[in-house]
């Protein structure tokens, strides 16, 4: 069993930038992928980014390449999410989750394994 604790949310301004923290427990996590998904409110659930569980690949949705990067640190157990140039469009509740079948597919949050809780975060104009 893994636990995920995601932290970093918060209220920003737009242009503004925020970091997302997801610690894991329970079990290490090299060898799985981790990915963030967001919720705004009356959406679904939408894909962010991912890393493989080495670190050497990432993807992201459209939307976010350029302004956010998908890190990971195995020693500490935790992924990060660095969102640079935030706009309004970026409010949701955001979701960390890792994976354990490979780095395929990676995009599609019911792969996943495990997820966190979710970091509200909130950018004003």
């Known amino acids: 069993q893994v636990q995920l604790v995601e932290s970093g949310g918060g209220l920003v301004q737009a242009g503004g930038s925020l970091r997302l923290s997801c610690a894991a427990s329970?079990?290490?996590?090299?060898?799985?992928?981790g990915g963030w998904f967001r919720q705004a409110p009356g959406k679904e659930r939408e894909f962010v980014a991912a890393i493989s569980w080495s670190g050497d690949r990432t993807h992201y949705v459209d939307s976010v390449k350029g302004r956010f990067t998908i890190s990971r640190d195995n020693a500490k157990n935790t992924v990060y999410l660095q969102m640079n140039s935030l706009s309004r469009e970026d409010t949701a509740v955001y979701y960390c989750a890792v994976k354990r079948a490979g780095w395929g597919q990676a995009d599609r949050p019911g792969l996943y394994d495990y997820w966190g809780q979710g970091t509200q975060v909130t950018v004003s104009s």
């Open positions: 329970g079990r290490t996590l090299s060898t799985y992928a």
